[in-house]
Nanobody, 123 residues
Framework: QVQLVQSGGGLVQAGGSLRLSCATSGRSFSRYNVGWFRQAPGKEREFVAAISWIGGITNFADSVKGRFTISRDNAKNTVYLQMNSLKPEDTAVYYC????????????????WGQGAQVTVSS
């Protein structure tokens, strides 16, 4: 069993930055690929970014390319989502998730999920 514990998030003005962290509690997730998703009120959960467990292969949604970066520290069992140049449309609850499928964008292919973190970007 892999338990994901998220931290970070909060309120920031447009153009600002935030960093989200996703750490495991219990079993190591160094062999899992980790993705970030977000869900705004009234909208479906959408893919944001993902990183493979080996080789650091990354994948980003077009809407965040050039602004967000994803990284992982397997020794600390932690994955980070650095969000820069934030826009009001980035406002959502952000979730991290773990999958055995390489950088998949499909949320149904992720097995374990974090508790979510609210990110609010004011204009």
């Amino acid at each position: 069993q892999v338990q994901l514990v998220q931290s970070g998030g909060g309120l920031v003005q447009a153009g600002g930055s935030l960093r989200l962290s996703c750490a495991t509690s219990g079993r190591s997730f160094s062999r899992y690929n980790v993705g970030w998703f977000r869900q705004a009120p009234g909208k479906e959960r959408e893919f944001v970014a993902a990183i493979s467990w080996i080789g650091g292969i990354t994948n980003f949604a077009d809407s965040v390319k050039g602004r967000f970066t994803i990284s992982r520290d397997n020794a600390k069992n932690t994955v980070y989502l650095q969000m820069n140049s934030l826009k009001p449309e980035d406002t959502a609850v952000y979730y991290c998730a773990a999958s055995t499928l390489v950088t998949t964008t499909n949320p149904n292919q992720y097995t374990y999920w974090g508790q979510g973190a609210q990110v609010t970007v004011s204009s």
